[in-house]
């Protein structure tokens, strides 16, 4: 039996949708509120509640025999700047009450992190970054993320073995999906940007034109949480990887984004504490560990994103 937490989320929902392609598999969601119509069909049961409600993620397994866990509730960056506490409660109390609740042996679990684990400055910001590199977090989601990793790792290794989990992580990129918009992170900028031309309105940026982050499409996403949670463990030589599949800056998303809709009008108003977070985040990531492991390797890159997924994908949704 599979737990998804956060199934409303970008990712939680995508992610049902996906896992429950593969039959064998039955799905338990959990988020704040009902399960969205468009995946609730999807899942075996569900149950609305608080992740920091410890009761109630220990009755969640003491009623059902979780073996899979994908633990993604959480608060995004620019939320858990406004609240770091509640963030902090959420994010780290949230994913230990999940850790303190598992009743079997060797539980699978998949944490999503995040590239907010890292800290740049601008004379190091174009260095192509391995995992090991400049964690060091300035924001709270950060640290939140990075402390959920040592955790993971911690109990994976545990001396008392009688429930070792079976952890494994991935540092995303900044997700973009045709089908949902995120809510309260800091990489929200191209996924509005391009949501909003598609949409024939102008878009006001709140980072400035030359920042530039990695992103993934959310089909990549996906299939790389997927591919990751299905390799042999004995050829996984980290708990935590990162992955991307481009790194364009404002200017060339809207370059990109004017060929296709000529009247876009970008403009911008830059919020600092947002700015400070992407100048603070790699541009590149040195992938070389995912690729040897797991054989990583991303369908879409910045030209076919936009032409294959992106553009189609999104005008069908709004025209629906
Ligand atoms: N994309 C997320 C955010 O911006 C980071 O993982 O908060």
Same mark, same amino acid.
């Not at 940026?205 to 990695?214: A, L």
């Given at each position: ?17 996906? $896992? ?13 509120? %009902?399960? *969205?119509?468009?995946? %609730? ?5 569900? !149950? ?27 608060? $995004? ?12 409660? +959420? ?22 992190? &995040?590239?907010? +684990? !890292?800290? $740049?400055?601008?004379?190091? %910001? ?36 009688? /429930? ?31 949501? *909003? ?5 102008? !878009?006001?940026? =709140? +980072? ?16 790389? +949480? ?27 998303? !809207? ?5 296709? =809709?000529? %009247? ?8 600092? *504490? ?5 100048? &603070? ?22 030209? *076919?994103? /936009? ?14």
């Amino acid at each position: 039996m599979i737990l998804i937490t956060g199934i409303n989320g970008e990712l939680g929902s995508a992610l049902t949708k996906k $896992l429950s392609q593969f039959k064998s598999e039955k799905i338990i969601g959990f988020d704040l509120s %009902k399960p *969205n119509e468009n995946i %609730k069909d999807l899942l075996y049961k569900t !149950y609305k509640g608080d992740i920091r409600d410890s009761e109630l993620i220990k009755k969640i397994f003491a009623e059902n025999k979780i073996d899979t866990i994908y633990h993604l509730a959480a608060i $995004l960056s620019t939320e858990a700047e406004k609240k770091p506490y509640l963030a902090h409660s +959420v994010n780290v109390d949230g994913f230990f009450n999940i850790i303190n609740s598992i009743n079997v042996k060797n539980v699978k679990f998949f944490f999503p992190s &995040s590239i907010a +684990v !890292y800290h $740049l400055n601008c004379n190091n %910001k174009n260095i192509k970054i391995t995992e090991n590199d400049f964690c060091n977090p300035n924001n709270i989601y950060g640290c939140n993320k990075l402390y959920c990793e040592k955790l993971g790792s911690y109990f994976q290794n545990s001396h008392d073995t009688e /429930f070792n989990i079976d952890f494994r992580s991935i540092r995303l990129s900044g997700i973009i999906s045709a089908h949902s918009l995120p809510q309260g992170g800091t990489s929200d900028y191209a996924p509005e940007m391009i949501h *909003n031309a598609i949409q024939k309105k102008d !878009y006001t940026c =709140f +980072v400035r034109k030359d920042s530039c982050i990695p992103f993934i499409v959310m089909p990549d996403a996906v299939n790389a +949480v997927i591919k990751l949670m299905h390799t042999n463990k004995a050829n996984l030589t980290t708990d935590v990887y990162h992955i991307q599949s481009f790194s364009p800056t404002v200017d060339q998303i !809207y370059e990109k984004l004017i060929l296709y =809709f000529p %009247k876009f009008k970008l403009n911008y108003k830059v919020d600092k *504490n947002r700015q400070k977070m992407v100048d &603070s985040w790699p541009s590149q990531l040195n992938q070389q560990k995912a690729i040897n492991d797991w054989d990583w390797k991303p369908e879409f890159n910045f030209d *076919n994103a /936009f032409e294959k997924y992106l553009i189609p994908k999104i005008s069908e949704y709004y025209n629906k």
